[in-house]
């Protein structure tokens, strides 16, 4: 399975932009970058997606690499509800694809 | 409206019992998944359905059973409990368009 590397934990202050990064050296050309949360006692929840360029949402921006083995996602202003688990997994596989969760990154939000 | 959902939320039973756990989703997805969130909050992948037909099956148990009488539904049943079968269980529903994973408000298990 493609393996992510990611900090165990960071910290922000609310309303202050965070950037969460990941490390994917060993993405393979078809595998896109997915990031989920896991908010305390809920399931994890879609965050963002994509395969070679910059992406933006409503929830948050993911940058990507030139050379896609990392990947930053941005929260713009951190709020007290963005705490949670972040996972930055690879998506590989056809159309059967699974997700493989690593540990991912408690991000921890100050008032 | 609650696209997945899970029920029991809250499941306690004694070891050597069978339970089941159900799970619905109302977003018209083809395709729905297990997973297993242990104590160590590591979530794994079990198991994944696409119309009914069991497309993964990781290396889980044969006293795990997962079952879908149709596509909008897999139930996951478990025989002769153990302690550390006890975790909170995910299901999970992908629909085609951006290939995202919706997942249901989970179900803790304890098994005493």
């Known amino acids: 399975d493609a393996k992510t590397t990611q900090p165990n934990s960071m910290e922000s202050n609310e309303e202050e932009p965070v950037h969460l990064p990941c490390n994917h050296s060993t993405i393979s050309g078809t595998d896109y970058i997915h990031w989920y949360r896991q908010l305390p006692s809920q399931g994890p929840e879609y965050v963002i997606h994509g395969l070679t360029s910059n992406v933006n949402n409503r929830m948050a921006s993911l940058a990507i690499a030139e050379d896609r083995k990392s990947s930053t996602l941005i929260l713009h202003r951190a709020t007290l509800r963005d705490a949670a688990v972040y996972y930055c997994?690879?998506?590989?596989?056809?159309?059967?694809?699974?997700?493989?969760f690593g540990k991912g990154t408690l991000l921890t939000v100050n008032p | 409206d609650t696209a997945v959902s899970q029920t029991p939320k809250y499941l306690v039973t004694q070891m050597g019992n069978d339970k089941s756990i159900k799970c619905e989703q109302n977003?018209?997805?083809?395709?729905m998944y297990w997973y297993k969130q242990d104590s160590k909050k590591f979530l794994k992948i079990m198991f994944s359905y696409n119309n009914k037909e069991l497309i993964i099956n990781e290396t889980v148990p044969n006293r795990f059973s997962p079952k879908s009488p149709d596509k909008a539904h897999l139930n996951l049943h478990i025989n002769s409990l153990e302690l550390g079968d006890s975790a909170v269980y995910f299901c999970?529903?992908?629909?085609?368009?951006?290939?995202?994973?919706?997942f249901g408000p989970g179900t803790r298990l304890t098994v005493l």
């Open positions: 999970a529903s992908r629909g085609t368009l951006w290939d995202t994973q919706y």
């Open positions: 997994i690879l998506r590989v596989g056809g159309s059967n694809y699974k997700l493989t």
């Open positions: 977003l018209g997805h083809d395709t």
